[in-house]
Nanobody, 126 residues
Framework: QVQLVESGGGSVQSGGSLRLSCAASGYTYYSPYSMGWFHQAPGKEREGVAAIDSNGGTTYAESVKGRFTISRDNTKRTLYLQMNSLKPEDTAMYYC???????????????????WGQGTQVTVSS
């Protein structure tokens, strides 16, 4: 079955950087599927952060544009999220997700994603 395993979370001070990784396994073809990052803060709904499609096209939430960069290495079946200029409001659990279908549109809507990792915690202190 599809497995997504996140790593790279931690605690940093405001203005710092972190790089999250997500290793995918359990399905044959990695590259055709869009992949995404989501986050969820305590007491809040899960929100889309960034997504990348099979052609390298990307989309971002307004709150992270210019600070976060999503990328993927298809040979390693790994998704990345480079987070710079981190702010306390970025504090959340970060989840990796795979699109439901190869034809799913590029989006950061959670309903377009069918498989989720367990998450990695990011904490930004002021």
């Amino acid at each position: 079955q599809v497995q997504l395993v996140e790593s790279g979370g931690g605690s940093v001070q405001s203005g710092g950087s972190l790089r999250l990784s997500c290793a995918a396994s359990g399905y044959t073809y990695y590259s055709p599927y869009s992949m995404g990052w989501f986050h969820q803060a305590p007491g809040k709904e899960r929100e889309g952060v960034a997504a990348i499609d099979s052609n390298g096209g990307t989309t971002y939430a307004e709150s992270v544009k210019g600070r976060f960069t999503i990328s993927r290495d298809n040979t390693k079946r790994t998704l990345y999220l480079q987070m710079n200029s981190l702010k306390p409001e970025d504090t959340a659990m970060y989840y990796c997700a795979r699109a439901r279908f190869t034809w799913s549109p590029l989006s950061i809507r959670s309903t377009d994603f069918g498989y989720w990792g367990q998450g990695t915690q990011v904490t930004v202190s002021s």
